[in-house]
Nanobody, 125 residues
Framework: QVQLVESGGGLAQAGESLRLSCAAS????????MGWFRQVVGEEREFVAV????????WYGDSVKDRFTISRDNAKNAVSLRMNRLKAEDTAMYYC??????????????????WGQGTQVTVSS
């Protein structure tokens, strides 16, 4: 059973930066892509970012584009999400996801085969 373990969440002030990491229990190169979604209690889960392992091609949600950067580390079986210029509206539980097959529309949650337990990010204004 593949496990995805997130780390790096916590509390930040608006304008500051945080870095999230997600480590997979098996070789990340076996995944086609890994990424992040986030969810605020009582709201819909939102696509944040996803990256293809083969060539590093990445996609971002509109609300985080130009502030967040996703990267992969095949050697460490991990992906990271660098979050800059954080805003209060970035407060959410962040979930790591992994896809073993070809990606369809990146925002479609059901296509992702594995999900982590989540790590909380809280941004105070």
């Amino acid at each position: 059973q593949v496990q995805l373990v997130e780390s790096g969440g916590g509390l930040a002030q608006a304008g500051e930066s945080l870095r999230l990491s997600c480590a997979a229990s098996e070789r990340a190169s076996s995944f086609y892509a890994m990424g992040w979604f986030r969810q605020v209690v009582g709201e819909e889960r939102e696509f944040v970012a996803v990256i293809k392992f083969s060539n590093g091609e990445a996609w971002y949600g509109d609300s985080v584009k130009d502030r967040f950067t996703i990267s992969r580390d095949n050697a460490k079986n991990a992906v990271s999400l660098r979050m800059n210029r954080l805003k209060a509206e970035d407060t959410a539980m962040y979930y790591c996801v992994a896809e073993t097959d070809v990606l369809g529309l990146v925002t479609v949650q059901s296509q992702y085969d594995y999900w982590g337990q989540g790590t909380q990010v809280t941004v105070s204004s």
